[in-house]
């Protein structure tokens, strides 16, 4: 091969080239960014509904990121404002996803606070949203004829419960719920943290 | 030419010779560079401006913070008590002229704090009035400089009120829950001097069938509990919206819609069908008569000033009637069908008045959907962040803190 | 081994063109797409600044000018500039700021929208500039300040205020309320035909206007608002949100609201507000006629019976003043508003 010097050498140049603006520059960027005082860690029990938000593959679906209102009208989906950098401190593996066929769940503990709320659309979303394509997860939940005391009982409407039966959560559908309430980033941040301001045209718009 | 008669090299490899570049190459090249490097700039220009703008509203949410007594007069008492504080008659009481502004600065800020409720006489006229509590909108230092304005400008260069003065009545305030009840209880408790002062009659307000608070708290008898989304004291949270002190018949037609399907909400379809049409009438009363603190801030990074303005005055260019033209001065609603938008929470309030565009573009020529059409994404934010600072409607009750 | 001269010596003369003309070819369309690229350039830069550009006036309608009055924000300070703004207040407020003078519930800009700023609800800088003006109403030349006296005659109902009837001669309210019209018709030129001024001048319709077809559209369109009784609606501390259209609290039978086509203009492109131009013009005659065939308080300039006062003062008007109602004689008026 001819000048096969010059094309290493090149090709090293453009490795190092990306690295420096994808991975160096950033890291110098956002890595000393601190967690907004808002933001608390997560709990044990937080932590644990995580991992079944991971073990699931909710992040296919739902993403974790509202843009800024010039990008798409997220904030008037309630989504809440355009995340930051420092908003995903705790999160490690962040789950920001890439896939929108569910509605993003950066602020749905904002959204949707109630334990009660979270766990009936576990256990059938189509017992809250009838056009829903979310899928159900019934094995998250159990289904009693009576409820033992300390039991949490799932309300469900008449056209959806087990008839003569009631569902109770386990603790991993109250772990995720948990989690769900948990994800909620409607404290201030400050005008200059580091977020995406996107392709809107010199911001304008905003 | 070649020298032809050299021996073959064996390990020749075939190679072209240099030629040069055809001259459309660089060209191409060289203007995708440029496009490249000015896509770039400008894109990081975008990220530049847009955090300018963001600095720049920071540095205006911080002046509307410290704005002078004037600018906070015009803003949060001029839409009732007018400009020039002459009132309006048979309605709000004037403050040019009135002796509670000219008296010692704690009744000002006292009233500030807790709001009136109730029939008072001012300077002879009579009225039955409902002020809101500045308390859980404004801080000490705003409430200072409102009270040395208007004690200044209307109470004869009566003497400047300081941050602590207000602190101190905030401190007395918590002692003393709901709004004052009336000029007698002012009279009573501040202004021994003062004309005399009509009686307050309480409003009898039912006390809550046990049934009903365990509906609101833990969703007992149907549904979801009404807390878990709307909080305990009804103030909302996200886009849950803020439901305390909205009009009875209001919140039922609601509750009813939801129910009928004329209103769609996943969260509230199937609480509203589970619920017994008298359970609906228990639960509307119930969060009409709360006069909860309001807990909604700016949360859109809708610029301010352009909310109020719609607020106040509409524009007139782009055929915006003012929100207060129908939802009432200082937004505090008109029975039956107009209802309160103030300290509204603000994702709630963009999120309706994007649906209401949508019901519009569905064909909709209904009130609402006509106006919203014509507010883009930032005026929807703007007017919902607006109306997250405003006061909530004044209601007859102290806030139920104690009940639970 | 390459010989590289020897094919272009080989080479046909057709060929050679050919590829000349190749060469052309790429040329060509490298040059288009430097143009492309640097044309999407220059106008990404144009659009995203002119979109901060003010978009310019448009042209004049029908040889009529375009007029635009100056923000709030521009009224000047000093002792000038507190009349415009007392002038503004009394406008907005005219029950408290001329309470001796208004003996009904109405304000100046419950007509008047936006403070007197709306186009085709009378503004007052359309105004400002048609006066002084000979009126047949009262066959005289009218001054502004005439022009004043007779809408707190009619249709603020001065009879019924507190001092019995309008602000009389020289009043400082006709020089704040001047003041005010005067600075909000700045710029527009004296006597000019201006885009907007007065109402809406609504053709007649094949149907002509029916009150009972008007109730229908009264019950749909205005009712949520003004109430099915037409009284208005106030808000929780008793201020008036809706204004009333008819009874007692509304403007008198001298009032030009009570003529049917002067409804129907106004209403058909401000009401229902925020919403107007939704309803058709038969929807507009209609519920004009409605509300305008309802008792009101008496005409003011009444001698003798309604019948003569009809005659001589509603005559040439599409009024239903002096018609008889389910019954009922229109113009006899309702009892004083306390």
């Known amino acids: 091969m001819n000048r096969s010097l010059p094309l290493i050498i090149l090709a090293m140049a453009i490795l190092a080239f990306a690295t420096t603006l994808l991975v160096i520059v950033p890291k110098f960027q956002i890595g000393h960014e601190p967690a907004p005082a808002g933001l608390h860690p997560y709990t044990a029990q937080q932590q644990r509904g995580r991992d079944q938000y991971v073990a699931l593959g909710c992040v296919y679906c739902h993403s974790q990121q509202p843009r800024t209102p010039d990008q798409a009208p997220d904030a008037e989906r309630g989504w809440g404002r355009a995340s930051v950098a420092a908003d995903y401190a705790y999160d490690s593996p962040h789950l920001m996803g890439t896939m929108r066929t569910g509605p993003d769940l950066m602020n749905v503990g904002a959204r949707l606070p109630s334990m009660g709320w979270q766990l009936s659309h576990l256990y059938q979303p189509r017992a809250i949203s009838p056009w829903s394509i979310m899928p159900s997860y019934p094995f998250l939940f159990e289904v009693k004829d009576k409820a033992a005391p300390g039991d949490t009982v799932v309300w469900l409407p008449a056209k959806s419960a087990p008839p003569g039966k009631v569902v109770v959560a386990k603790p991993e559908a109250i772990d995720l719920a948990a989690y769900l309430i948990a994800l909620d980033r409607t404290y201030p941040v400050p005008s200059t943290a580091i977020r995406d301001d996107g392709y809107a045209k010199h911001g304008a718009g905003r | ?404 | 081994m390459n010989h590289p001269e020897e094919p272009a010596e080989a080479e046909p003369l057709s060929d050679l063109k050919k590829g000349q003309n190749t060469s052309r070819g790429i040329y060509a369309i490298a040059g288009g797409v430097m143009l492309f690229a640097f044309g999407a350039l220059v106008a990404g830069v144009i659009h995203s600044h002119g979109e901060q550009a003010d978009t310019s006036k448009s042209a004049p309608a029908d040889g009529k000018i375009a007029f635009t009055p100056p923000p709030e924000s521009k009224i000047p300070d000093g002792p000038g500039g507190d009349s415009i703004r007392h002038g503004m207040a009394i406008f907005r407020n005219t029950g408290t700021e001329a309470a001796q003078y208004v003996g009904n519930g109405l304000t100046c800009s419950n007509c008047h929208l936006d403070a007197g700023r709306k186009p085709l609800s009378a503004p007052m800088w359309s105004a400002w500039v048609s006066y002084p003006q000979y009126r047949s109403k009262n066959k005289k030349m009218n001054s502004m300040e005439d022009r004043l006296n007779g809408c707190f005659s009619y249709s603020m109902n001065g009879q019924g205020s507190p001092s019995g009837g309008p602000p009389p001669k020289g009043d400082p309210i006709y020089t704040d309320l001047e003041a005010y019209f005067h600075w909000l018709a700045t710029g527009a030129a004296t006597g000019a035909k201006l885009e907007g001024a007065g109402f809406l001048k609504l053709k007649k319709t094949p149907l002509g206007y029916d009150r009972l077809r008007g109730q229908v559209v009264y019950q749909q369109h205005c009712a949520e608002c003004h109430a099915d009784d037409g009284q208005g609606r106030t808000d929780l501390n008793s201020r008036s949100i809706f204004p009333p259209l008819w009874g007692p609290h509304s403007y008198n039978w001298g009032a030009g609201m009570t003529q049917v086509n002067n409804a129907a203009g106004f209403i058909k492109v401000n009401m229902p507000l925020g919403a107007g131009n939704t309803l058709t013009d038969q929807q507009a005659w209609d519920v004009a006629a409605w509300i305008d065939s309802q008792e009101r308080p008496k005409d003011p300039r009444q001698k003798g019976s309604v019948a003569d006062n009809a005659k001589a003062f509603h005559n040439k008007e599409q009024s239903f003043y002096g018609k008889t109602v389910d019954g009922h004689l229109l113009g006899t008026g309702t009892p004083p508003a306390h």
Not at chain 2, 12 to 41: D, K, M, S
Not at chain 2, 315 to 330: N, R, T
């Open chain 2, 1 to 404: 030419m070649s020298d032809d008669r050299r021996p073959v090299d064996e390990r020749f490899e075939p190679y072209e010779p240099r030629r040069r570049v055809p001259l459309p190459v660089y060209w191409i090249a060289i203007a995708l560079a440029i496009w490249g490097t000015l896509t770039l700039w400008r894109d990081a220009h975008a990220g530049f401006i847009a955090g300018r703008q963001r600095g720049d509203e920071a540095a205006a949410d911080t002046r509307r913070a410290a704005a002078p007594g004037a600018d906070l007069f015009l803003a949060r008492c001029s839409s009732c008590h007018q400009p020039d504080g002459s009132g309006i008659a048979g309605a709000v009481p004037p403050l040019a002229g009135s002796p509670l502004v000219k008296a010692d600065p704690s009744v000002v800020v006292r009233i500030l704090l807790r709001g009136i409720d109730g029939p008072i006489t001012v300077a002879g006229q009579h009225f039955d009035g409902h002020m809101p509590s500045f308390a859980s909108v404004l801080d000490d230092d705003q409430l200072a400089r409102i009270a040395t304005y208007v004690r200044a400008r209307f109470g004869d260069n009566a003497s400047a009120v300081s941050p602590s003065d207000v602190a101190a009545a905030r401190a007395w305030a918590a002692g003393h829950p709901g709004p004052w009840r009336g000029g007698d209880e002012i009279r009573a408790a501040l202004m021994p001097l003062l004309e005399p002062q009509p009686a307050y009659v309480a409003s009898l307000i039912a006390a809550p069938d046990p049934s009903i608070l365990a509906l609101v708290q833990h969703g007992t008898g149907g549904g979801w509990s009404c807390a878990s989304c709307h909080g305990d004291l009804g103030e909302g949270h996200g886009d849950a919206p803020r439901i305390a002190g909205l009009s009875s018949p209001y919140l039922l037609a609601q509750l009813r819609a939801f129910a009928g399907g004329a209103r769609t909400s996943d969260a509230m379809a199937p609480v509203a069908t589970s619920l017994a049409d008298a359970q609906k009438i228990a639960l509307a009363s119930y969060y009409s008569q709360l006069a909860t603190p309001s807990a909604s801030v700016p949360a859109l990074q809708g610029a301010l000033d352009r909310g109020e303005a719609l607020a106040l005055d509409g524009d007139s260019a782009k055929g915006i009637p003012a929100c207060f033209s129908c939802h009432g001065s200082s937004g505090f609603g008109v029975a039956p069908a107009f209802p309160p938008i103030a300290a509204q929470q603000p994702a709630y309030t963009a999120g309706r008045l994007a649906g209401f565009a949508r019901q519009a573009k569905q064909g909709s020529h209904a009130l609402m959907p006509s106006v919203a059409a014509r507010l883009d994404d930032a005026d929807r934010r703007a007017i919902a962040d607006y109306l997250a600072t405003l006061p909530p409607v004044p209601t007859g009750t102290a806030p139920p803190a104690e009940q639970h």
